[in-house]
Structures are given as C-alpha cells and as structure tokens.
C-alpha cells in the first residue's frame, strides 16, 4: 500500500537523524556531531498505535548557504517537504530559537502542509523548562519537548502527527517490485544514473567524490515492471576510509547489497576496470545476487566500430571470476542505452530466481559425465549418483557423490558451464554444494 510521507526536518545538527533513528527503532540514518552529515532523503517505515507510515530523514537546511553540497542538502530537503503529508520541525533546546529556524519555519508555512514542532535535547524528565516557550515564536503551535536520545516525549509527539495523517486503506504490499541496488567505486555515476532513471533530481549528484554517503530508495513503474532502485555511497579500499561516516557509508552499501535482488555494478568507461571494481563487484557475487555491470560515461568516449567489442572482451577477461555476468553500455549523462539496463534488469533477476525439475538436471549431468569422465585420483574414481535444486535467488544445487574430495574444481566449473549453456543462466552466480553419501570405493 502507498504509505502517508512525513517528512524531518530542520537546520544543521539539531539532532534530526537521532530522532529519525529512534522512530523507526533503527539505526538507518547517519549519525555524527558533524553538522551536514546527512545528505540525501532517507526513507524508513515507521509504526504508532496501529498506523503505518513512511518517515523521511533530510539534511539540515542552511537558508543563505552558498556552499555547493548544502544549498543542494537545502533543494533535497525542499523535495522531502513538497512530497510529505506532514512535517515534523526539529529545533535544539539547547540553542534556542536561531534566525535559521525563523527563515525555515517561514518556508513551512509557505508550503501550506500540516507541520509538528518537535523542540529536542529535553533529556530531563518531569516538567519542561521554561527555555520552551521562546519556540512560540515560530508561529508553529505547540512545541513538543523531546528527547531524542532517551525517546522521552516521542509519543505525544507522534499522537499530534496521526491527526494530520490521511486514513489509507489497507491493501496487501507489493512484493512484486525488483530491488536493485546501484554500487560502484566513488564518482562512477551512480547518483547520475539513478536521476537519469527517475526523470528527476532524486540524489545529490557533484564532482566532489563521496558526496552520496547513505543508501537512499527510489520506487521506478514502467513498461518493464516495477523497480526500488537503491543509490549506495561509493565503496573505496579499506586504507582510504579514514572517517568514522565513510565507515558507516561503505557498511549501508553492503547492505544495500544484502536486501537487494539485482546488484547494478558501476564502472566508468574513461577509467576502465580497477582493482576496486573487482571488490565491489566480488561482494555482491558473494551474496549470491544476480549482477548486471553498467559500463557508464559511454557517451565520452571517442569510438569507431571496433570499441565496443573490444572493451567488452577486454571486461570480460577482467571478469573472469564473475564469467556470467552482461555488461550494458550507458550514460546517465544522455539516457543512452538506460531501456536496455531495465530489461537487463529484470531478466537476470528472472535467472536468479529459477528453479529447474530434478529430472531435467539429472539429464544434463548423465550427458555431461558421459563426455567428460569424472576425475579419478588413486584407482578411486568419483561417482555422482545424482544432483538436485535445493533453492532459489541464487540458484543451489546438491550432488551426492561417493568422495568429496575426488570432486575437483575443475570438474566442477566443468558441470557449472553445461549447467549454465542449457539453462541460459546469465546474470546470476550458481552455487555447488557436495554431499558424500556412502564412501565406497570405486575402481
């Protein structure tokens, strides 16, 4: 069902993030004493007293800013509150009423949604202090002392956003949506590609690498089906993570890889494939997902009709690890090859998500040992008695043979190539488990 949007926010480091985190009993946002943290909206489903909604975490907003990175913050805090139902004002007890939060409670009521004024580091229990009423000023209504930290005051809080939430019909949630998560090494393009996607600024896209530090979620809808894009902060080699916020960033990327189906691996033509590439790409083969490699900034290359192939071969040697994965010539920057990306998309999440009849397998193996005999090492030779799918997203299969250890990994990317070649399992990794059931010997 589509979910009421309510949307945090405030200036720079009043604790908006905490807040966020402590409502949807998460940790999802970002949190640091380093004002502009949070960059990008962040979205997380939330619960009060039996209603539903989405909650948004925004950057703080800097009115007079001319910084490059907080007047962009201040346009993504601006697209939270145009798509919100309601808005929640978070301000700092501590600091008082600052001419920041005048210029934005001014732009609140500009925008005409129901807003809730949350006043918070109140971490003392019992009567609010007087510092409390300055927030009259606002011109907002009732300010709500909470404390972010300990939760305290949360729940009036929350009691005065239901009454502005509209009533939304129960229906049964969608699950038909492919969730792909768009990773790569910093400043690839992936912020670039995911607008492209959307036909909207969706993610803070700058020169300056890195500027994307949390996972952010984009529901797509269209011809090809329905799609959650994932924008991911850039993973970078562990010896350049030197801030505590990049550690958080690269860990929210992996696990957007973790709930995702699809991993869009983003690599930059002008640079080619890196040793870093390797490491984002081996992660996601790792956990099993189905992978497709967009090769971006195609458009800036100079080309004659040999480029293609030969960057493709060249890819496809870099990829010898991850042999079945497609690569999708793009540019964000002109929407170049972006339709062939969906159906590249969905189909090697359809490959993942493959499930083939015990019969048809055994056939395929009784074909395969018959050209290739299984291996044999000391008058032991290995006998394989049968295999069979066991599960799905990716595809696992068992053999019960009569030695492991006669099963070398020779033979068995042997089985994994005729097994592929037959069932056309691109775009999805396979994964091999060997079961010994008797240990006779077998001259």
Not at 321 to 346: C, N, Q, W
Request: charged share 30%; hydrophobic share 40%; with cysteine.
């Amino acid at each position: 069902m589509v979910l009421p949007v309510v949307a945090v926010v405030g200036r720079p480091n009043v604790g908006k993030s905490t807040l966020f985190n402590k409502l949807i009993g998460q940790r999802l946002s970002i949190v640091e004493d380093t004002p502009g943290v949070t960059r990008d909206r962040i979205y997380g489903k939330c619960e009060w007293l039996g209603r539903e909604f989405m909650l948004v975490d925004t950057g703080g907003i800097e009115p007079e800013s001319n910084d490059v990175i907080l007047s962009q913050m201040r346009r993504q805090s601006e697209l939270a509150i145009t798509s919100a139902n309601v808005i929640i004002l978070v301000t700092d007890i501590k600091s008082g009423v600052t001419s920041t939060d005048m210029e934005v409670a001014q732009m609140l009521m500009k925008s005409g949604k129901p807003v809730v004024l949350c006043v918070n580091k109140v971490d003392n229990v019992g009567d609010p202090p007087m510092e409390l009423y300055e927030f009259y000023n606002l011109g907002l209504g009732e300010p709500f002392p909470v404390s972010s930290v300990h939760g305290h005051g949360t729940g009036d809080m929350l009691d005065e956003v239901l009454k502005y939430l509209p009533d939304v019909s129960a229906e049964d949630e969608d699950d038909e949506a492919v969730k792909v998560a768009v990773i790569g090494k910093p400043n690839v393009g992936k912020s670039s590609l995911i607008n492209r996607i959307c036909g909207e600024e969706r993610v803070i896209v700058s020169d300056i690498a890195g500027t994307t530090r949390d996972a952010t979620d984009t529901d797509i809808e269209n011809e090809f089906g329905k799609f959650v894009f994932i924008d991911t902060a850039g993973i970078r080699r562990k010896s350049k993570v030197l801030e505590s916020v990049e550690k958080y960033s690269v860990l929210r990327a992996y696990m957007a890889v973790d709930r995702a189906d699809v991993a869009v691996i983003v690599i930059d033509a002008t640079v080619g494939f890196t040793e870093q590439d390797s490491k984002v790409a081996g992660y996601a083969h790792e956990k099993g997902k189905a992978c497709v490699v967009a090769v971006n900034k195609w458009d800036a290359l100079e080309k004659d009709g040999k480029t293609m192939n030969e960057f493709r071969k060249k890819l496809e040697n870099d990829f010898s690890f991850m042999s079945y994965v497609p690569f999708v010539f793009v540019s964000a920057k002109t929407g170049l090859r972006v339709d062939k990306l969906f159906e590249m998309i969905r189909y090697v999440k359809e490959k993942n998500s493959v499930r083939i009849a015990t019969g048809k397998l055994n056939e395929v193996l009784a074909y395969a040992t018959q050209r290739v005999q299984p291996p044999s090492d000391k008058g032991r030779r290995l006998k394989i008695y049968y295999m069979t799918q066991v599960s799905t997203n990716p595809p696992t299969f068992v053999f019960f043979v009569n030695r492991a250890e006669l099963f070398h990994f020779s033979y068995q990317r042997y089985l994994e190539n005729q097994i592929r070649e037959t069932f056309s399992l691109d775009g999805t990794p396979i994964v091999f488990k060997i079961r010994e059931r008797d240990r006779d010997d077998v001259k």
